[in-house]
């Protein structure tokens, strides 16, 4: 958005908010001509599946009356739900970026279950593989997230162009930070801590990796940093060299105190921000083959990449070991990012196409 603005467009936002983002919304009226938020469902009372529909509705609503009143050229829509939600609105040209693949996340959650939850859980995948091109094509432009997913929406959308309009990584290089713990063989993971896959993600990387690290390793730490640890994840702290901090009001200081960033996700899609700023705070990563679906990295090049437990411990002690593969992924990781996720140059094309489409009296000059 900021980006947008600098480039001359005015901006108007339709939201929903959950009680503690005045600050982002602060933030963005700084650039917008005018913002409309309406609760998000966390912030409403009564049974969570009418508290989601009741925010949804509102949102609906507040997004056709700003259509009604400010007649943008474009409107772009962010995130699955929202674009169900605008289904049958009158809208002019639009763009619509899913953060998530569902079905192939779906895919994903099938092959860790068995019995009756794999079958339903591979038929929600089906529905979704007919259903979400089918949303996309409801829109006029699609931006994927990553790569990844560019490949995977242009695979089934093949009469709407789909552009990666990636997110940013929201950490540089931390070389001027303190660190937040004393530097050594410091292990991170980062992410939500009430979010299912990254509850799942630290439950399997403790019980099958970790062991196996301590045993090579014995004086190395894992921290597992991020809001609002489930009850199961809190338990882990003080065991086994584990720490659970909760949420932290900076990344960076962590990031600078981890010699090594994990990534054991089970199930993933979109785009993991965590990778993306361990690999721009040069912190070597390594993550699972579903954790670089939406990165992209070349493993051994830029990151490294394991599945099973042995293999992945393999990796996390190597790294622990070795100083000067530490400090060779840094470089190569830093690199990427900065070649791979330049915001400005996404934001150009994506700009561009758009450009292309609107009537030829709102296109700038030449």
Known sequence: MASLRRRGHSLFLVAR???????LVAEAAA????????????????????????????????????????????????????????????????????????????????????????????????????FEPWL????????????????????????????????????AATGEVQPAVESGPNVLFVGAMYRTFNVQAVRWFVQEVWPRVRTRVPQARLYVVGYDPLPEIRALHGSAGIAVTGFVEELAPWYRAAAVFVSPMLVAGGLLQKVVDALAAGVPVVATTVSNHGVGGTPGEHLLVADGPEQFAAAVVRLLEDPAERERLAQAGRRFVRERYDLEAAVTRWEAEVASRLPLVHRPSP
Do not use: K
């Not at 908010?17 to 005045?22: A, D, K, L, P, T």
């Not at 509705?57 to 962010?78: I, M, S, T, W």
């Not at 997913?149 to 929201?170: E, F, G, I, K, T």
């Open 136 to 171: 996309c094509r409801r829109y006029d432009l699609i931006a994927a997230i990553s790569a990844g997913d560019q490949r995977l929406l242009a695979s089934r959308c093949a009469d709407r162009p789909v552009l990666v309009l990636p997110l940013a990584p929201a950490l």
């Open 31 to 130: 650039i917008c001509e005018q913002i409309v938020t309406v609760p998000h469902h966390q912030a409403l009372p009564g049974p969570s599946w009418l508290a989601w529909l009741r925010s949804y509705l509102l949102l609906r609503r507040a997004a056709a009356r700003a259509l009604r009143r400010v007649q943008p050229d474009l409107v772009h829509v962010e995130v699955t739900q929202t674009a169900i939600a605008l289904l049958g609105v009158r809208r002019p040209l639009s763009s619509f970026r899913p953060l998530d693949v569902n079905w192939f996340m779906l895919q994903q959650r099938a092959a860790q279950v068995r019995g009756i939850r794999r079958w339903l859980e591979l038929a929600a995948s089906r529905l979704f593989y007919h």
């Open 17 to 23: 908010r959950r009680r503690e983002e005045g600050e």
